[in-house]
C-alpha cells in the first residue's frame, strides 16, 4: 500500500520568507507523486508532479518540489512566500498503473499561513 | 480550457433521502475519479472508472453506487443518507494517453449537507 506522511498540518511564514512543506511517501514501487494547492471552498488544483526522469519539478506560482528517492521525499518550496499563497498544500502518491486505477492517496494536508 | 463540471454545486438533503452527482470530465479524458473530502480531512478515493468501465473501488459504502455514462460523464447516486455523508464530493478526470496521461484534473466539488 502506497501513502504519504507529511509534517507540520500548519506551517506559518513571512511574506517573502521561503516556503518549505514537507512530504515522505511510503511505496514498495516507484510511484507518481504529486502536490496540489487548496483555496477555501475550492477544488483541488493541480501545482507539480514526479513521474519519471528529472527530479526537480518545477511547477506553477514559482512552486518546486525535488523527488529524493534515497529519502523518500518530495518537499515543496518556494523561494519567496506571497500572500496569495495561503491556503491548504496535499501531497500525494499514486501508483505507476494504467487503465484508470490510478487512484490518489492523499496526506492530510498542511495549512500554509503567510504574514506581513 | 475547459475543466471539470460537477453539478449541483452545493445539496441539501435529510436524512434516508437519495442524492445524485454529476461529473462532466474534460473532453477526451476518458478517465474519472470520485473522492469525500470531510470537513477538515484530506480527500479519500471513493470509485473510478476507464472506458465507462469500474477500475477501482476504494472506501465507498454499499448505499452508494456510480456509473460512466456513454459521453464520459459519471453520475455517483447516494441513498439513505446519514448526517456522516455530510461532505465535498470532488470528481477528478484523465487521460490515458498523452503529456498528462494519469494526472488527475479536480473539478469544483459538491459540497452536500445531510440534515
Known amino acids: 500500500a502506497q501513502s504519504v506522511t507529511q509534517l507540520g498540518s500548519h506551517v506559518s511564514v513571512s511574506e517573502g520568507a521561503l516556503v518549505l512543506l514537507r512530504c515522505n511517501y511510503s511505496?514498495?514501487?516507484?510511484?507518481?507523486l504529486f502536490w496540489y494547492v487548496q483555496y477555501p471552498n475550492q477544488g483541488l488544483q493541480l501545482l507539480l508532479k514526479?513521474?519519471?526522469?528529472?527530479?526537480l519539478v518545477k511547477g506553477i506560482n514559482g512552486f518546486e518540489a525535488e523527488f529524493k528517492k534515497s529519502e523518500t521525499s518530495f518537499h515543496l518550496t518556494k523561494p519567496s512566500a506571497h500572500m496569495s499563497d495561503a491556503a491548504e498544500y496535499f501531497c500525494?502518491?499514486?501508483?505507476?498503473?494504467?487503465?484508470?486505477?490510478?487512484?490518489?492517496?492523499f496526506g492530510t494536508g498542511t495549512q500554509l499561513k503567510v504574514e506581513l | 480550457a475547459a475543466g471539470v463540471i460537477q453539478s449541483p454545486r452545493h445539496l441539501i438533503k435529510e436524512k434516508r433521502e437519495t442524492a445524485t452527482l454529476k461529473c462532466y470530465p474534460i473532453?477526451?479524458?476518458?478517465?474519472v475519479y470520485w473522492y469525500q473530502q470531510g470537513p477538515g480531512q484530506d480527500p479519500q478515493f471513493l470509485i473510478s472508472?476507464?472506458?465507462?468501465?469500474?477500475?477501482d473501488k476504494g472506501s465507498i459504502p454499499d448505499r452508494f453506487s456510480a456509473q460512466q455514462f456513454s459521453d464520459y460523464h459519471s453520475e455517483l447516486n447516494m441513498s439513505s443518507l446519514e448526517l456522516g455523508d455530510s461532505a465535498l464530493y470532488f470528481c477528478?478526470?484523465?487521460?490515458?494517453?498523452?503529456?498528462?496521461?494519469?494526472?488527475?484534473?479536480f473539478g469544483p466539488g459538491t459540497r452536500l449537507t445531510v440534515l
Open positions: 500525494a502518491v499514486s501508483p505507476i498503473l494504467t487503465g484508470g486505477g490510478n487512484k490518489l492517496t
Open positions: 511505496s514498495s514501487v516507484p510511484p507518481y
Open positions: 514526479y513521474t519519471t526522469g528529472a527530479t
Open positions: 472508472f476507464y472506458e465507462k468501465m469500474q477500475s
Open positions: 477528478a478526470s484523465s487521460p490515458r494517453e498523452g503529456a498528462v496521461a494519469d494526472t488527475q484534473y
Open positions: 473532453p477526451r479524458h476518458d478517465t
